[in-house]
């Protein structure tokens, strides 16, 4: 196939990307070091919604509310491992509810012996993605309008009319940008005790509380090193997060433990949507989405298709 576009990088942007191209009529190749399971999306959370504060600000708000559209009607169908599930929000960060919360979907106060110790805590209802099973179903879309993937490292943006870069922390080095830079994260993989409510702590620390149960496991988190490239388990982090986790949920203390997952995700003091010229080829890029890849990707694929279609 001669393509038409050629999207470097498998994860939930790409993949995203690929499919809103293909389903346009574009003949669309994906090119990928890793296939989308063995990429950094595979081990999100992933819970969409909450306060977006990533920049640039009013276009990262449109892309979370496009994104949360789309997962909402992606959770109709048990196939592509997307749900909306009830849970709860908490904080240590003031003492009462903020403002823009009781604007969020399912909105409820918690009772006070639901706050587990945290001063902020209240209900939403939000799209839980089970990635694993979400990339897949993104491949299946994707074969079905005819896009093709191919596993073989990428290392020079070319090749193609146009040229979209998702290669997330790649581009540090793919688009020549240094403000790109790992962000290790951790989590822990059980077997789901009978779990179906989310529990997501928000704040800015490199380490928190959450659990997101997906069917017969449940993830559990969170950490966060800026700068950290490492991708080898740390069994302290283990321990702390099986801890935490068990604090509030005392059904989790005697799960099984299923495996432990490390990923990088590609910082970057703003995400970076823009188009420029390389050489005989048309670039967009579309990188640098941090720990939001999945709540901002149909929001980002549905504008770099605004811009080719």
């Not at 009781?102 to 209240?122: I, Q, R």
């Not at 581009?171 to 059980?190: C, M, S, T």
């Not at 993830?219 to 740390?234: F, K």
Request: charged content about 25%.
């Amino acid at each position: 196939m001669d393509e038409d576009v050629l999207i470097i990088g498998a994860g939930v942007i790409g993949l995203t990307t690929a499919v809103c191209l293909a389903e346009g009529g574009l003949n669309v190749r994906v090119r990928t070091a890793s296939p989308p399971r063995r990429t950094t999306s595979a081990v999100a959370g992933a819970m969409i919604g909450g306060p977006v504060f990533s920049e640039p600000l009013a276009a990262a708000v449109g892309w979370q509310r496009t994104s949360l559209e789309e997962f909402a009607a992606l959770a109709g169908d048990p196939d592509t491992g997307v749900r909306v599930a009830r849970g709860r929000l908490v904080s240590t960060l003031g003492e009462e509810t903020p403002p823009w919360a009781k604007e969020l979907p399912g909105f409820a106060p918690c009772a006070p012996d639901e706050h587990a110790g945290f001063p902020v805590a209240f209900w939403i209802s939000s799209p839980l993605v089970d990635m694993p099973r979400y990339l897949g179903y993104l491949e299946r879309r994707l074969a079905a309008a005819g896009g093709e993937i191919e596993v073989r490292p990428v290392d020079a943006l070319g090749g193609a009319p146009v040229v979209v870069n998702c290669s997330g922390l790649g581009a540090r080095e793919l688009a020549g940008d240094p403000g790109v830079r790992p962000v290790r994260g951790q989590h822990v993989v059980v077997e789901n005790p009978g779990l179906d409510d989310f529990f997501f702590e928000g704040g800015f620390g490199t380490s928190w509380t959450s659990y997101m149960p997906h069917r017969d496991r449940v993830v559990l988190g969170g950490t966060s090193a800026d700068g950290d490239g490492n991708t080898e388990p740390d069994p302290a982090q283990t321990e702390e997060i099986l801890r935490r986790c068990a604090e509030v949920e005392p059904r989790l203390a005697g799960a099984r433990v299923l495996g432990v997952e490390v990923g990088l995700r590609p910082g970057r003091e703003r995400i970076r949507l823009e188009e420029e010229r390389s050489g005989d080829s048309r670039v967009i890029h579309c990188y640098g989405h941090g720990g939001v890849g999945v709540s901002m990707s149909w929001g980002c694929a549905r504008e770099v298709a605004g811009m080719l279609l």
